[in-house]
């Protein structure tokens, strides 16, 4: 600040200061201004500290994931077994009883099926392609060498993409990350490993339009007594993504329990949804996305949990490792599922793209082995001995 001078009269220099008042008010003005900055740069760090966090981290779950899962649910049709026999005779003929419901209650045409039959526990499998016969009514010719202990996996899928899958044995051991795959051209399973979904043509995407680390190849489900076990190779090797901008690759498996059918708060996926993920950037980038976890709705709020879940990654082969004991000590009998994988943008990972994804699925956690009943072999369902009449087995 200039400061002006005079002489006094006793001829000493004073020191003459701006008046005090004016001082002060300048100063008072400066400090405002200055803490109004401080303070509306604090409640812009909080905004975007709440809006990045969510509910204690980066979003959680991305709209477009919501949006699909309550498409899906609401308006895609399963496949279902509704009953399923063996009539005897020169030819033996698998018959079966097989239609695609809406949860609304409407159908739509199933128009594939295949029966994949294992007579040594699921170390080999002869495929059988179902004939419609009529409206909901699937069959096919059999050969003479199925016999007692011979388990029976029903593929199906309607015009509308969904389809269904049995697991028709549990595996005995952890699968290997690179074993059991095939792609989606070949549905037949592997030991006890079971192809899941489908993919429209073309299975092979042109790379023009997806990169080979995104083009799902083959997606298959096994189980045990504690996990399941979701297989998903790509046509190339996984991939980070990139910070800056802000493009990070996801690969992720939907799961939604019909037997927790009820109202959800907005925001929630419904059927008690969980989908575990998989983000490569997350091992360079923790703070920002956790490499592998499961999103679950829990106690009134979406979480993160990384205990129920494993990853591993070889190649282009990933294996989730799922305890089963996530909807509860009894696990569910079936689950819809699909796979997709996808990009996530935005600061807050708010925003995802899809570009592969499997078809909506009815998984079944029960296969059906048959057994011999006097003349004729049946399908017995979750070991329901309530028709044993020759050649009349109900499939539920």
């Known amino acids: 600040m200039n400061r002006k001078s005079s002489t006094h009269n006793n001829g000493r220099r004073a020191t003459i200061r701006p008046d005090s008042r004016r ?4 100063r008072i003005t400066n400090i405002i201004v200055f803490a109004a900055a401080i303070l509306a740069a604090l409640i ?7 809006d990045e966090l969510g509910l204690g981290g980066p979003t959680l779950m991305p709209r477009a994931v919501l949006f699909r899962s309550v498409d ?3 308006n895609q049709a399963l496949p279902t077994v509704v009953w399923a026999k063996i009539i005897p005779g020169s030819q033996r003929l698998l018959d079966s009883g097989i239609t695609s419901r809406m949860i609304n209650g409407k159908t739509t045409v199933t128009k594939e099926v295949k029966t994949y039959l294992s007579a040594n526990g699921g170390k080999s499998w002869k495929t059988y392609d179902l004939a419609q016969v009529e409206q909901d009514h699937w069959a096919a010719k059999m050969t003479a060498n199925s016999g007692v202990g011979t ?3 029903f593929y199906a899928r309607n015009v509308l993409g969904g389809s269904m899958v049995d697991l028709a044995c549990m595996m ?5 990350p690179t074993s059991g795959f095939f792609d989606m051209k070949d549905r037949q399973p592997k030991g006890c490993f079971f192809a899941s979904g489908s993919e429209e043509p073309p299975i092979d995407d042109s790379s023009s339009r997806i990169g080979e680390d995104l083009d799902i190849f083959d997606f298959r489900i096994g189980y045990d007594s504690k996990y399941i076990y979701f297989g998903m190779m790509i046509d190339g090797e996984y991939s980070k993504g990139s910070l800056t901008p802000t493009v990070l690759n996801q690969y992720s498996v939907m799961m939604f329990n019909p ?3 009820g109202p959800v708060p907005d925001g929630v996926l419904p059927l008690s949804g969980v989908m575990v993920r998989y983000i490569p950037m997350g091992k360079e980038a923790p703070s920002m996305a956790q490499s592998c976890g499961a999103v679950i709705y829990r106690n009134k709020t979406t979480v993160l949990d990384t205990t129920p879940v494993t990853c591993k990654v070889n190649g282009q082969y990933l294996m989730f490792k799922v305890r089963r004991d996530l909807w509860g000590t009894k696990p569910p009998r079936e689950l819809f599922v699909f796979a997709y ?3 996530l943008r935005e600061r807050n990972l708010s925003e995802l793209s899809f570009v592969d994804s499997t078809s909506f699925t009815r998984v079944r956690f029960a296969g059906s082995v048959l057994k011999l009943s006097a003349s004729v072999e049946v399908l017995p369902r979750n070991n329901d001995k309530s028709d044993n009449k020759p050649g009349v087995n109900y499939y539920h």
């Open 44 to 50: 812009a760090a909080k905004a975007i500290s709440q």
């Open 151 to 153: 388990l029976a996996s």
């Open 341 to 343: 994988t996808g990009t």
């Open 23 to 26: 001082f002060k008010m300048k």
């Open 72 to 74: 899906w649910i609401k």
């Open 172 to 176: 005995s051991s952890t699968p290997a």
């Open 259 to 261: 037997e927790a059918a």
